[in-house]
């Protein structure tokens, strides 16, 4: 068994999982963004709007 490893594989998996892991961060922080931040002032609550 060879004791050295393939460092190409893992740094690009490691490029990848970064990636995907900023990515989901941006999407969590843009979210809570949108529904806490200035934008939620537009939202319109669709059941408010149709109570009697």
């Known amino acids: ?30 979210a809570i963004y949108v529904a806490f931040g200035p934008p939620a002032q537009e939202l319109r609550d669709p059941f408010e709007e149709h109570e009697d």
Not at 1 to 30: H, K, P, Q, R, W
């Open 1 to 30: 068994m060879n004791s050295e490893m393939n460092f190409d594989n893992l740094d690009s998996a490691l490029i990848l999982v970064t990636f995907l892991e900023c990515l989901l961060l941006g999407i969590v922080v843009y």
